[in-house]
């Protein structure tokens, strides 16, 4: 069960390793774990494909911890550790000077900064994020240039997106927590951004006890740590407290939410159903294999349905938003056949889902996406990179490490009876209608 509160405090001085070997069809990861006396905790996951590495720090802060009236404050701070005046002055010269591969991104749960190095540059790499952390310095100057910067990057991915736009106005009216607000911020927020709010927002969550370090790559356990505690040892841990959100309640009535616009050729229309948070990750399997029958390919029953047999669509597609501390959900997005009314077509899926839920799935069909589901993550996680944000997103929200198959082995076990019974438990329910218009066009039945 995932925790709802969550807090840090200066911890005792203590080391242990806690070893868990998970087997995949191609490779072995033996995955490693210590904890550094400041409360860093470290993560190692050997893999020597290639002579390089990939070193991750997160931090348990995201959107949903923005204070209200502060929406995007955490991707905000994201920028502003690029422009930190520690030891190294200019981060981007510094990792591009080695070649390294770098970026940083924030979700609703956490942040990651993360450096793709070869294996002789990880001290490099560790020493930069170490500097990050405990060394945080941000002229004025730079405060309002990246301001500016995230106000661009608004306009560029979202208020120039319709498509984007309709889907923060879902988030908005679905999610009444923390969840709601967006991660890239609001521009009437992020206008308000000051001094003292980064000051805080540093204080509260940027140390070394509410964050994560993981190296993935040719590397030894032992070394990694030896490394660790030389660059980042020093740093002293604070008290962090973190609120998690409540699971949302339960909705008494359908939403809806239609946004138009003059860049919108053609409609598309949303189906979004909410997926109870649950107290073990074991059970968000039976949810993705029947997202997988639903929605997932040509092969599934939607774009059976509706792209070949009835010809109302020209692209289905499902989704399942999982991995939260709240409540999931579930998005189908359909877009109708040129000339066809989103009326006929929220008809007709309507019909398709009452008929997906009252039949459910046959147990040829299960064994099918079992496989199907298994060979297309395997292959998703051919990288070192993919690996890390694979570990990354679970430890970042608290899962055991026994709990993260990497192997995808977990699917075999999940059984015909309980994946119809989420089926019928989740599109039952009131749901989440979203509609993307052209301006001023008709799209109604006639």
């Given at each position: 069960?995932?925790?709802?509160?969550?807090?840090?405090?200066?911890l005792p001085v203590f080391f242990f390793i806690y070893p868990i070997v998970l087997k995949t069809e191609s490779v072995e990861h033996n995955i490693k774990y210590a904890k550094l006396s400041n409360g860093l905790d470290v993560y190692v996951v050997p893999n020597y494909r290639i002579p390089a590495a990939l070193?991750?720090?997160?931090?348990?802060?995201?959107?949903?911890?923005?204070p209200i009236g502060k929406a995007g404050l955490a991707h905000y701070f994201e920028h502003l550790m690029f422009e930190t005046t520690g030891r190294f002055k200019d981060i981007e010269s510094t990792m591009s000077s080695i070649g390294a591969q770098f970026n940083a991104g924030t979700t609703k749960e956490y942040t990651i900064y993360y450096e793709l190095v070869l294996k002789k540059d990880l001290p490099l790499a560790m020493e930069v994020e170490a500097d990050r952390m405990?060394?945080?310095?941000?002229?004025?100057?730079?405060?309002?240039?990246?301001?500016?910067?995230?106000?661009e990057e608004r306009k560029m991915r979202f208020d120039n997106h319709p498509n984007n736009l309709l889907w923060e106005e879902m988030n908005s009216v679905f999610y009444r927590t923390g969840y709601g607000r967006s991660v890239i911020g609001w521009e009437s927020d992020i206008k308000t951004y000051n001094q003292d709010d980064i000051t805080r927002f540093h204080d509260n969550y940027y140390h070394p006890?509410?964050?994560?370090?993981?190296?993935?790559?040719?590397?030894?356990f032992d070394a990694v740590v030896k490394l660790a505690e030389e660059k980042y040892g020093k740093i002293k841990a604070k008290p962090v407290i973190r609120y998690y959100p409540n699971q949302d309640p339960v909705y008494n009535a359908n939403l809806s939410v239609t946004l138009e616009s003059a860049e919108v050729k053609e409609p598309v229309l949303y189906f979004r159903y909410r997926v109870p948070l649950f107290k073990h990750i074991s059970e968000i399997s039976?949810?993705?294999?029947?997202?997988?029958?639903?929605?997932?390919?040509?092969?599934?029953?939607?774009?059976?349905?509706?792209?070949?047999?009835?010809?109302?669509?020209?692209?289905v597609s499902a989704y399942y938003?999982?991995?939260?501390?709240?409540?999931?959900?579930?998005d189908i997005k359909i877009t109708p056949k040129n000339g066809v009314s989103l009326d006929i077509v929220e008809r007709e899926l309507n019909s398709a889902i009452n008929h997906f839920t009252s039949e459910g799935?046959?147990?040829?069909?299960?064994?099918?996406?079992?496989?199907?589901y298994k060979a297309a993550q395997l292959d998703n996680l051919s990288s070192l990179t993919n690996i890390a944000f694979f570990y990354g997103s679970h430890l970042a929200l608290g899962i055991p490490l026994d709990e993260i198959d990497i192997s995808y082995s977990k699917i075999g076990d999940v059984n015909l009876e309980d994946v119809n019974s989420k089926i019928r438990t989740i599109f039952s329910a009131n749901k989440l209608v979203g509609r993307l218009l052209p301006k001023g066009g008709n799209n109604e039945d006639k």
């Amino acid at each position: 069960m995932l925790n709802k509160f969550f807090s840090f405090f200066i911890l005792p001085v203590f080391f242990f390793i806690y070893p868990i070997v998970l087997k995949t069809e191609s490779v072995e990861h033996n995955i490693k774990y210590a904890k550094l006396s400041n409360g860093l905790d470290v993560y190692v996951v050997p893999n020597y494909r290639i002579p390089a590495a990939l070193h991750a720090i997160i931090y348990k802060v995201g959107g949903m911890d923005d204070p209200i009236g502060k929406a995007g404050l955490a991707h905000y701070f994201e920028h502003l550790m690029f422009e930190t005046t520690g030891r190294f002055k200019d981060i981007e010269s510094t990792m591009s000077s080695i070649g390294a591969q770098f970026n940083a991104g924030t979700t609703k749960e956490y942040t990651i900064y993360y450096e793709l190095v070869l294996k002789k540059d990880l001290p490099l790499a560790m020493e930069v994020e170490a500097d990050r952390m405990g060394n945080f310095n941000v002229t004025q100057d730079k405060i309002d240039r990246e301001k500016n910067i995230v106000l661009e990057e608004r306009k560029m991915r979202f208020d120039n997106h319709p498509n984007n736009l309709l889907w923060e106005e879902m988030n908005s009216v679905f999610y009444r927590t923390g969840y709601g607000r967006s991660v890239i911020g609001w521009e009437s927020d992020i206008k308000t951004y000051n001094q003292d709010d980064i000051t805080r927002f540093h204080d509260n969550y940027y140390h070394p006890n509410n964050a994560i370090l993981l190296v993935v790559g040719d590397v030894e356990f032992d070394a990694v740590v030896k490394l660790a505690e030389e660059k980042y040892g020093k740093i002293k841990a604070k008290p962090v407290i973190r609120y998690y959100p409540n699971q949302d309640p339960v909705y008494n009535a359908n939403l809806s939410v239609t946004l138009e616009s003059a860049e919108v050729k053609e409609p598309v229309l949303y189906f979004r159903y909410r997926v109870p948070l649950f107290k073990h990750i074991s059970e968000i399997s039976a949810v993705d294999l029947a997202v997988d029958i639903l929605g997932s390919g040509k092969s599934s029953k939607l774009y059976k349905d509706l792209v070949l047999d009835k010809d109302i669509a020209v692209s289905v597609s499902a989704y399942y938003d999982s991995l939260t501390f709240s409540d999931g959900y579930i998005d189908i997005k359909i877009t109708p056949k040129n000339g066809v009314s989103l009326d006929i077509v929220e008809r007709e899926l309507n019909s398709a889902i009452n008929h997906f839920t009252s039949e459910g799935i046959t147990n040829e069909e299960l064994q099918s996406t079992k496989y199907r589901y298994k060979a297309a993550q395997l292959d998703n996680l051919s990288s070192l990179t993919n690996i890390a944000f694979f570990y990354g997103s679970h430890l970042a929200l608290g899962i055991p490490l026994d709990e993260i198959d990497i192997s995808y082995s977990k699917i075999g076990d999940v059984n015909l009876e309980d994946v119809n019974s989420k089926i019928r438990t989740i599109f039952s329910a009131n749901k989440l209608v979203g509609r993307l218009l052209p301006k001023g066009g008709n799209n109604e039945d006639k």
